[in-house]
């Protein structure tokens, strides 16, 4: 597995960066496990980007402690035993699974249609289709951090978002933290859980 460095934002507005930053600490976590390089960033991270929201705190002081108790090579073993198996893996990472309980159906089409509209499509050397969680994510810290004002915006972050993310995640994150080998991604999937469910609070504020 890659081992890329965490990405922090420069500049900027400090709660929309907060929310990009963790967007995309999330998505990296998710397609791979942390590695040699990225681990000592989240060890000695003392506040998690977006964590000044307070039902955050609590999840990203966990999952700090976790990954402080855990080597890159256990990381990278649990991340091949939960989601890289042979043949059916134990967790599905895939949108369309947790929609349909079946890979490649329509939830990725209207991925891909509203990826389209987007201006974005997925690198072809990678092998996960579009509705991979890390994926979405990635696509949320995008429209919350790029420079395209046409679109990278509130209004489009809350269409993908309700589309795209809020649709599924969270039971995506409840499969994995019922999986009883589940250790430093039942923490990841707490902190996604919880950052779901704040962005989720927010969307509904802003629709009231």
């Known amino acids: 597995?890659?081992?890329?460095?965490?990405?922090?934002s420069p500049g900027g507005d400090a709660e929309e960066i907060a929310r990009a930053d963790l967007y995309g600490v999330l998505a990296q976590l998710w397609a791979a496990p942390p590695g040699e390089e990225s681990m000592p960033q989240l060890q000695d991270a003392p506040v998690a980007p977006g964590a000044a929201?307070?039902?955050?705190?609590?999840?990203?002081?966990?999952l700090v402690q976790v990954i402080k108790a855990t080597s890159a090579s256990?990381?990278?073993?649990?991340?091949?035993?939960?989601f890289q198996g042979?043949?059916?893996?134990e967790v599905?990472?895939?949108?369309?699974?947790?929609?349909?309980?079946?890979?490649?159906?329509r939830p990725l089409v209207r991925l891909r249609h509203d990826l389209a509209a987007l201006g974005l499509a997925r690198d072809e050397t990678r092998g996960e289709t579009e509705d991979h969680v890390s994926?979405?994510?990635e696509v949320m810290r995008y429209l919350i951090a790029g420079d395209d004002v046409a679109v990278c915006n509130l209004e489009r972050q809350r269409l993908f978002f309700r589309a795209h993310v809020q649709t599924w995640v969270e039971s995506f994150c409840d499969a994995v933290a019922a999986h009883p080998r589940a250790?430093?991604?039942?923490?990841?999937?707490?902190?996604?859980?919880?950052?779901?469910?704040?962005e989720t609070q927010g969307f509904d504020m802003l629709e009231a």
């Open 183 to 198: 250790n430093v991604y039942r923490a990841v999937a707490a902190l996604t859980r919880s950052f779901v469910q704040v």
């Open 135 to 137: 994926f979405v994510l």
């Open 1 to 8: 597995m890659s081992d890329t460095p965490l990405q922090f």
């Open 74 to 82: 256990a990381a990278a073993d649990e991340y091949d035993a939960l």
């Open 53 to 62: 929201e307070a039902t955050l705190a609590e999840p990203w002081r966990n």
């Open 86 to 89: 042979v043949g059916k893996p």
């Open 92 to 105: 599905f990472l895939y949108g369309s699974y947790y929609l349909t309980g079946f890979l490649n159906e």
